[in-house]
Each structure stands twice: as structure tokens, then as C-alpha cells.
């Protein structure tokens, strides 16, 4: 009889690899039936092809070394998604929400820790930093109703982004006790557990925030090529978690404060985030999962009810504590019950920091062949986290439909019948990633529409040679748009004139705004708009965006935005306000906008009802005039964006004749964006052979006036 035994556990690198590739295939599938976390399926898979399991797989050197960097990703993704502005929005009472979040269960556990389940004080300690912190594993119910922007979720957010800051900063005082406790053999000192550890990161600290960020924004500035970011971008990940590593603390609060120090210049909806997320999410963090679940020995659970009386400890003590810190904090800050319990059950959970905190108490020795985490810990952590998975998810479910309901939610940005659709004529290579990013950065993430990618070539001889060029810039552009998980519709057209070929398709699309480069003069005598784009303000009264960005948009730090008087009185007014302020909250970078009072007090009233969280800033510039001197204020890491109109149009004002040889001589270094929004006047309905080939920049009348002019003087 065959002995299908011998052949286990595999040895073989090629089949190891497929089963675990097969193992994150069909792990979520089947998790996805069964309503449990993916998460935990991972771990379940583990438990089941491990040596404690059907014994198909050993936990050989690849699951060591991928598991490390795996842990590393979690907390290097957790700090890269951290809000950062809504932190510093709402930083009171997140502070206070935080530590009771933090240090009600830190003192309930740490009392069942020592009396009822009789640990010792390291890894009770230890044992608290897993249940003080959370997850949120229920954010993806939020987002469903859409209430990402409810209070009682940002504050949530935030108390969970302090909670798994402290915890990780108590973890490496545990972990630097207890190293010192085994090379002395003697109680460490309140100098070697406290002092020094404290010393040591904060000169560690001091490095990450004067000079890690001006080396990253150098290196993104001068490298575009997106091979080379990623790889700089580990590099920094892992330098941070090995210097943490040999000043004694522990590597995955290295990883997790370089996610904080990158968190500026990693936009969450860039091409370089989704590369990040997508081979952490593929492979790291999934091999680490499956890793975990091969070291638990589900065998002790039917040894004895001591393994099920440490789960039901873990569970309750760590639920009533979350809950209590929720409650509380509804009532210290007068929220509806609704909020409280969305504060609750988005706070619950326990998943990738609680596994990433338990691994490494595994590892820490405390003599005699012993570890400062048993079997029975680590079994009741991974038990634990599936229970509070269940309760958060079903709390956060309940929550969010009572505020839906009843709170009645309405969101301003999230109006029915938007109309937004992106047309994005492409041209050149060079700017082909950049106007991609921008439209990106700029749609409304709540519509998930896509953009649409346009190519247009003169039918002249060399047009077969300038399609197929075309074809594949636009499969350079689809490609880039998919990095960041956004659809591209594409097409290329040949046409007679390139302004009526993109104006052809933007009716035929039915798009609501196009966002192009800025022609790039050849030499003095070349106009400022070039061939084709004036054409597309004078012919379109929809919102165009003219941009020249000489730099990576993820290492722009301030968009100032020069608006004219009347501009509220324009249709567009809002459309390009919800532009800006997108693109400042994707680049978590200061807004300032530069106008009249009446015209700014509009503008702020529409950003904090619809976009509280971003860094805004307001400055009176009472005339036009004044554009010039701005150009004292801008510099080459600013974005300068122009609000302009169309002749004739209810803002519009003479001094924009004057608007290129103004941007010209004074902004020509600059980054630059110009914006023609919305206007009132005649649709776009008849184009014809009619239509000119050509307006001329500067009408003749001008250039009269101004010879006169001379001539008078």
C-alpha cells in the first residue's frame, strides 16, 4: 500500500512554494463563505498543513526569513495608511480616547494576568500590549455606509493609531528588560528598563524625523523610475527596522515608524502604494500568517480546559476593557449611543498587531529553554483575535446602521448624479505619469469611475508611425493608472486638428473636465499655450487643468492657489475646490489659498463641511495685480495653481490678457497648474471643418493697443 507519509513534510523548494501560493489563492475564498476574517483563514491554514496538522510542510528557513519581512510589512503598512492631518484635527480628544482605549484594558489585563491566569510580570506586561492595542479590521464596513468622514470614526481611527504606538513603545521596554535581565541575571534597573531604552529612541527618533525625510525627498525628486523608488523605499523599511534591532529595541517598531517618516510622501492612492500594498498583501504578509499557524499546537486544546480558560480570560478582559474605554469616551465628549458603540466595536478587534507583538515575545528567552510566550498564550492570542474579529465586525455593522438611520449622514461630496469623468489627452512620455497621477489624486475615490485615456495624431504622413506610438504610451498609462488600482478606458483617433479630435471625444464621452500638460516652448517665439490648447478653453466650457510639474508629486509640500474676485459667482466653483482639496489630502500637504475675503470665506465654508481634515490656509490678496509677488513666496517644492475664466465669463478680468508673459517671467521654474473652470455660455454642440485651425494668442487689436502705446511714450 502506498505510504503517503513518507513523502511528508515536503522538502522540495518548487512544491513548498506552490502550496503556500495555493493556500493564499484559496484561503479567502473560502473564509469569504464562511464570514470569517481572511486573516484568520491564513492562520487556520497554517494550523492545518503544519507540523501540528496533517504535517505537509515544515517551517523550514523560507517561512523564518519571508515571516520577518512579512511582520515588518504589517507595521510598516499600518503607519504608511496613518491619517496624519485628521490626527492633529482632532488631536484632544483622540489623545484622551486613546488612553482610556489603551489603559483600561492595560490595567484590567495585567490584574487577570498575575492573579487568574499566575504570569509573570514580563509576560503579563507583554500580554497587555496585545490587548490595549486594535485593529481595524471593521473599516471596510464604514466604508460601506460611507462614513469614513463620522466623528466617532475619526476618532476612533485616531485613539487606534495611539493605542498601537504605545504598545509598541511598552514592547520594547519588555523587550529591553528582559534582555537585560538575562545578561545580569539580577532585576534590571529603572535605568536599564526605562531610561535608557528611552534615551536610545529617541536619538533613533531624532534621526528618523531631521534626516531620513529630506534624503527621501531628495532621492524622489531625482528618481522617477518606479523600479527605483520601490527598492529605495524597502531599503529605508529595513534600515530603520535593523538600526532598532541593534540599539536594543525591537525591529517592528523600526518598520512601523518608517511607515510614519514615508507617510508624506507615499500618497495612498499613488502607483508607488498600490506596488507596496500589492507584494505585501500577495506574498510577506500572507507566508507570515501561514507561519504563525504552523507554531500552534492545537493538540493542547484538548489536554486540558486550561488552554480554553486563558481564550475565555483573553476575550472577555479584552472586550469589556474596549468597550468600557468606548462608552466612556462617548459620554466624556456627549456623542449619541450610536457613536459610542461605532467607538466600540471599531476599536474591539485584535489582528496583525497583536500576532506581530506575540511573535516577538516568542522569541524572547527567559532561561531554562524557556520563552517569555507559552503555548497556551500564543494559542489563546490566535483564538482570541478570531472571537474579537467577530465581535467588532458585527458591533461596527450595527453602529453604522443605527448612525445611518437615525444620525441621517449625508455627505456633500458624496452627491447622487456627479458627473465626473476625466479625459486625459496624452502626448509625451515625460509627462504621461504625472498628468496620470494628478487625475488620480483629483477623482472622487467614492464614484470608483475610471479615466479616460486619449491619444490624438494628424492624419499626415507620418500618422501610421505616430498611432502606434501613441497605442503604446496609452498601454504605459493603463499600466500606471492599474498600479493604483484605477480603471483607464483608452482611445486613439486621427484627426485633422488635434483640438477638435480631443473636443470630439470629450462629447462623445460625455466627460466633465479634461486635464492636459502645458505646452513647453521651444524657443522666444513659441506662444505660451501652444498649437492647440487655447482652442480648448475658447471651444469648452467645461473645467480644464493645465499642468507643468517638474517634480514627483509626492514630494510636493505646500499648492498655493491664486483665486480672482467673483470666481463663487462661476458654476465651476466648486468642482475645482473638491480638485485641490483631494489632491492636498492624497499628498497630506498644506493648502493656501490667495484671494478676496468675501471669495475666501465661500471657499472655507465648503472645506470644512465637506473636507475638514486637510491644512488649509487663507491670505488676502485684494487685487489681481498682485500675482507677481507671489512669485517671492513660492518655492520649487510649492505647486502654484492659477484660478483663470474665459472672456467674457462673470470673473473673468482684462489683466488675464496679460496672464502668460505674467507666468512666463515669473513662474517659469515652477511647478504650475492653471485652471479654467465651469463657466456659463453655449454648449459645445456643432464642430465643423469651420471651427479655425488656429487662435492666435495675442488678437491684433492688442498688439495695435500696444504699439500705440510705445509710440505715445
Known sequence: MLNLGAYFPITDPTWIFFIVLCIILLA????????????????????????????????????????????????????????????RKHLRKMVIFGLLTFFI???????????WLHYNKFATLLLCCILSSNTLIAYPIVTKYGLQRHRSVTLSVGASMIAL???????????????????????????????????????????????????????????????????????????????????????????????LTLNRYIPRLSPLMGRLEFIGNAIFIPYFLIGVGMLINVGVLFEGWHTIYVIIIMVVMGTVGKMIAGYVAGFIFRLPISSAHMMFGLTSAHAAGSIAIVMVGMKLSIGDGNYLVDADMLNGVVMMILFTCVISSLMTKFASQKIALKDNVIHEDEKVGDDEKILLPLKYQGSM????????????????????????????????????????????????????????????????????GIMHAFKEYEASEIIIGLHEPKNE??????????NLFTELNRQIIIAKVVQPLNTIRRIQVAVPSRAEFEPGFHRWIDRLARLAGNLDCRIQFHGRQDTLGLINQHIQNVYPDIRVDYHLMQHWNQLPELAQKINEDHLFVVITARKGTVSYKSVFDKLPTELQRFYQRQNLMIIFPDQYGEPMNVMSFAAPQKREEISAYAILRDWLKKKQS
Open 28 to 87: 479567502p475564498m473560502i473564509m469569504s463563505k464562511l464570514r470569517i476574517p481572511h486573516i484568520i483563514g491564513m492562520v487556520l491554514a497554517g494550523i492545518l498543513v503544519g507540523p501540528y496538522g496533517l504535517n505537509i510542510l515544515e517551517r523550514d528557513a523560507s517561512f523564518e526569513i519571508f515571516g520577518q519581512v512579512g511582520l515588518y510589512f504589517i507595521m510598516f503598512l499600518a503607519g504608511l495608511e496613518m491619517d496624519i492631518e485628521g490626527t
Open 105 to 115: 484594558p492595560f490595567i484590567m489585563v495585567y490584574y487577570a494576568g498575575i492573579n
Open 165 to 259: 504606538t504605545m504598545a509598541l513603545v511598552n514592547l520594547s521596554f519588555i523587550v529591553g528588560a528582559v534582555h537585560a535581565l538575562g545578561n545580569s541575571g539580577h532585576s534590571p534597573s529603572i535605568l536599564t528598563t526605562f531610561i535608557l531604552p528611552l534615551l536610545k529612541l529617541g536619538i533613533y527618533l531624532a534621526g528618523m524625523i531631521f534626516i531620513v525625510p529630506r534624503v527621501s525627498r531628495w532621492f524622489l525628486q531625482h528618481y522617477s523610475d518606479a523600479v527605483t523608488q520601490f527598492i529605495f523605499i524597502l531599503s529605508v523599511l529595513f534600515l530603520s527596522a535593523a538600526i532598532t534591532t541593534f540599539i536594543g529595541l525591537e525591529g517592528v517598531l523600526g518598520a512601523f515608524f518608517a511607515g
Open 525 to 534: 517665439r513659441d506662444s505660451f499655450w501652444g498649437i492647440f490648447t487655447e
Open 433 to 500: 505619469n504625472t498628468l496620470v497621477s494628478l487625475a488620480i489624486l483629483m477623482r472622487n475615490e467614492a464614484l470608483n469611475r475610471g479615466i479616460i485615456g486619449l491619444n490624438v495624431v494628424l492624419d499626415d504622413d507620418n500618422v501610421q508611425k505616430n498611432q502606434a506610438l501613441g497605442r503604446q504610451l496609452l498601454e504605459q498609462a493603463t499600466k500606471a493608472a492599474s498600479d493604483a488600482n484605477v480603471r483607464m478606458q483608452t482611445q486613439s483617433r486621427i484627426a485633422t486638428n488635434i483640438a477638435n
